[in-house]
């Protein structure tokens, strides 16, 4: 699993896309955020190419899934609540998820 | 509400020694029980799960056991080795999906 980018510096109120993308042909991908001293949070999740849903804080996000292979997240109005470091992750059956290195964001 | 909790933030073991991690969770709609385990800067990464309708599975070095009554499960690491210091978090899935809920993590210090 890939994310980019590793980390990002952002001011208020911009739009932004964080990229990941998997080789494995997984048909489940999800973005987790977390904060310092928490666990990790569900953004939104895909069961699979056109089909997305939201996870437990999805506010202030965007996801799309045109491909198998790609599940962007996007912060169309970025918020310095929103500062956090993010990890994509794939399933097969499961039950393990595969997470990709993570992306810090900070938005002043 | 965290459906998943790990109580202790930190624990430091003597190499050689056992580690035991403990998590306790609320929801019984939870099918699977996994644990992850995460170096600085790196993503989480899968270290051994249980299925609900078990009690026990182990791994080489790592145990993980699940009391399902008390809703508590917890992993066991004999014996602990100074490469298993990082993070570790304890994760549950919900049984309608692939939806986890993560505890806050807990930092394991293997002292040589």
């Known amino acids: 699993v890939t994310q980019n980018p590793r980390y990002l510096i952002t001011v208020t109120g911009k739009k932004l896309t964080v990229t990941c993308s998997q080789n494995?042909?997984?048909?489940?991908m999800s973005w987790y955020r977390q904060d310092p001293g928490m666990g990790l949070k569900l953004i939104y999740y895909?069961?699979?190419?056109?089909?997305?849903d939201k996870g437990e804080v999805p506010n202030g996000y965007n996801v799309s899934r045109s491909t198998t292979e790609d599940f962007p997240l996007r912060l169309e109005l970025a918020a310095p609540s929103q500062t956090s470091v993010y990890f994509c992750?794939?399933?097969?059956?499961?039950?393990?998820?595969?997470f990709g290195q993570g992306t810090g964001l900070t938005v002043v | 509400d965290q459906q998943v909790k790990q109580n202790s933030p930190s624990l430091s073991v003597q190499e050689g020694r056992i580690s035991i991690l403990n998590c306790d969770y609320t929801?019984?709609?939870?099918?699977?029980f996994l644990w992850y385990k995460k170096y600085p800067a790196e993503g989480p990464t899968f270290l051994i799960s249980?299925?609900?309708?078990?009690d026990k599975n182990e791994d080489g070095r790592f145990t993980v056991f699940l009391n399902k009554s008390a809703k508590h499960l917890s992993l066991h690491i004999v014996p602990s080795q100074p490469g298993d210091s990082a993070v570790y978090f304890c994760?549950?899935?919900?049984?309608?999906?692939?939806?986890?809920?993560f505890g806050t993590g807990t930092s394991l210090t293997v002292i040589p």
């Open positions: 895909s069961v699979g190419a056109g089909i997305t």
């Open positions: 994760a549950a899935r919900l049984n309608t999906g692939n939806q986890f809920y």
């Open positions: 929801n019984s709609m939870f099918d699977y």
């Open positions: 249980i299925s609900s309708i078990k």
């Open positions: 494995m042909n997984h048909e489940y």
């Open positions: 992750a794939s399933i097969d059956f499961g039950p393990e998820a595969f």
